[in-house]
């Protein structure tokens, strides 16, 4: 079916602008085709939030796009903030790493982060992946029309905070904002927003964020879970805890699946409006319950050579962490080490947040308290920062399902991380 | 040979080897490593995908449900064209998704000469016969035509 566009989408189109936003425009129309929408829709969110936040030399062909936009002055209309750097010389790499880091992979930096600027860069602080935290100041209100990517905050801004937003790729999601329109699809209608499944938790205790986000996902897919049975667990509030559970949960859905929205019973702003009139006929139900958890958990392979190496470092916080999150971990820290007679962790750790975080954290006796048991506090992305062959031969751990699925940092859950932080032992 | 149709998302028609994916196929993570390292093979890296991992992806008919994870999947993909180690065709037995579609449609609209094909919708049947190393016709209309090893000469 063919899009209905207003005259100044059309003149868009046809050129009046130039070839480059015709082409953008181009580009937007046939995303739209493709998945039946009739209509654009203005993007009403104050700030846009973007994926491509490395300047990673393969990437080449993104950074020529880039430069025919900015060539064209097709600025984004929003400003923007954009996921975590992929460096940072406060997070341990060896001499060679380092070279290998600036100088092969991460070459294009610092001529990226200019294209960035000129595009339409919130600050330069504006790099992470939560850019919804207080702190950071990037967060829709409910019913705000997104063009963000990054699947985790996706995923968060649709669910938690109930605006709407599509699953957008990279590069998509800064073609939405050039022009200040999205096509009318899929997370943005209030069709596309039901579920089609309905997940039963049914476990005996609270269940670990990453792992049930992990097993819905890579049974939903991309469709959309109406989960009951978790505010037994987590309550009925939008509190700081509960939206630093959800933002994991939500995490490990989008990235061991493709979930762009879930729905939480008697917790979650639609599900709450609407409880299970959001749920369509005929969903398909799973059921979880604690064997069900340990089954998948299992079913995770290890790609250390030697699976009983010694971990050589820790990541926490992929996505990044909240600061309700760095408190807990280190009161959690902190009575750990003392219980077991220590007072620095026992493998080189390091916690990522989103830099304005940090700046809070720093000023507060935990961030002292933390930096004392050895921990290094980043902003940098885990990922990228495992994202070559040398970290790759490194055994790494995590408590992050989405660092688990795109690298070969082996996953275990916060309370097997803490006791390998503060009790030892091989991994 | 059995003949599928699905839907033609972006042009063009193609002969290729295929390689399948039963699961959701991780562009990211499939794409990364083949991308950053200079492999004209695009080996699939994916840990998680046991179908496809360590198998070749650039020049086959690749097979698949969907396609998964990362947002910067389309970019990825878009990326693996321009490099030219893109798939010689996309097939989904699914409707397509948003990051697979914003790869191939970007490809398709800001890179001259990419030939890369993408039908979807060509249903579970299909991805319940086709089989790596069987041969792909990709032809006009949406019609695949899959031929068992050794019966397309």
């Known amino acids: 079916m063919a899009m209905k566009l207003t005259k100044e989408q059309k003149e868009i189109l046809d050129g009046k602008k130039g070839d480059t936003l015709a082409r953008v425009m181009k580009t937007l129309v046939m995303y739209g085709e493709t998945f039946g929408a009739t209509k654009m829709v203005k993007v009403t969110s104050k700030y846009n939030h973007l994926v491509t936040s490395f300047g990673l030399k393969a990437l080449g062909p993104v950074y020529d796009l880039m430069n025919k936009l900015l060539e064209a002055g097709a600025k984004s209309g929003q400003q923007f903030s954009v996921d975590p750097r992929p460096l940072d010389k406060n997070v341990p790499a060896n001499f060679l790493q380092k070279l290998i880091f600036k100088k092969f992979m991460y070459s294009k930096q610092d001529f990226y982060e200019k294209q960035l600027e000129a595009l339409g860069l919130m600050n330069k602080d504006a790099f992470t992946c939560t850019a919804y935290m207080d702190e950071v100041g990037n967060k829709p209100k409910q019913g705000d029309v997104l063009s963000w990517s990054e699947s985790s905050a996706v995923v968060y801004a649709n669910s938690v905070l109930g605006a709407r937003c599509n699953r957008n790729s990279g590069i998509m999601d800064l073609m939405g904002s050039v022009v200040g329109f999205v096509p009318y699809f899929g997370l943005l209608t209030d069709k596309g927003r039901k579920a089609t499944w309905i997940i039963k938790v049914k476990t005996t205790k609270k269940p670990e964020a990453q792992l049930l986000g992990s097993a819905i996902g890579m049974k939903v897919m991309e469709e959309v879970p109406y989960v009951v049975g978790l505010d037994k667990w987590l309550g009925k509030k939008l509190d700081d805890k509960t939206c630093s559970y959800l933002k994991n949960f939500g995490a490990a859905t989008a990235s061991n699946g493709a979930v762009g929205l879930y729905h939480i019973d008697k917790l979650t702003p639609e599900a709450k409006e609407l409880g299970k009139d959001l749920i369509c006929k005929n969903a398909k139900e799973y059921v979880i319950d604690d064997e069900e958890l340990e089954r998948v958990k299992k079913d995770y392979p290890v790609v250390w050579k030697n699976i009983n190496a010694k971990p050589k470092l820790c990541f926490v916080g992929c996505p990044h962490l909240s600061l309700q999150e760095l408190l807990d971990w280190t009161n959690k820290l902190e009575q750990n080490l003392k219980a077991n007679g220590r007072k620095k962790v026992l493998i080189p750790t390091v916690f990522t947040t989103p830099p304005a975080v940090l700046k809070v954290f720093e000023k507060l006796s935990e961030g002292q308290k933390l930096k004392s048991f050895g921990v290094i506090v980043s902003s940098i992305c885990p990922l990228m920062y495992m994202n070559n062959p040398l970290c790759g031969k490194m055994p790494v751990i995590t408590s992050s399902n989405k660092l688990r699925t795109y690298t070969t940092a082996r996953y275990y859950t916060d309370d097997e991380i803490l006791e390998k932080l503060t009790k030892g032992g091989k991994a | ?153």
Not at chain 2, 69 to 87: E, I
Request: charged share 20%.
């Open chain 2, 1 to 153: 040979m059995k003949t599928f149709k699905g839907r033609i998302v972006t042009p063009g028609t193609t002969t290729a080897e295929a390689v399948v994916s039963h699961g959701g196929l991780n562009t990211l993570a499939s794409f990364q490593k083949a991308l950053q390292f200079g492999d004209k093979k695009a080996t699939c890296g994916d840990q998680n995908n046991k179908d496809l991992f360590g198998k070749q992806m650039a020049g086959r008919a690749l097979c698949l449900p969907q396609t998964i994870g990362s947002t910067t999947g389309g970019l990825v993909l878009y990326c693996a064209c321009a490099m030219k180690r893109q798939p010689a065709c996309l097939l989904f037995s699914n409707p397509i998704d948003s990051l697979a579609a914003a790869g191939s449609i970007l490809a398709g609209v800001w890179l001259d000469d990419i030939n890369m094909p993408v039908v979807d919708n060509l249903g579970q049947e299909f991805l319940d016969y086709v089989k790596d190393g069987m041969t792909i016709k990709v032809l006009d209309k949406g019609v695949v035509e899959v031929y068992d090893k050794g019966e397309l000469k």
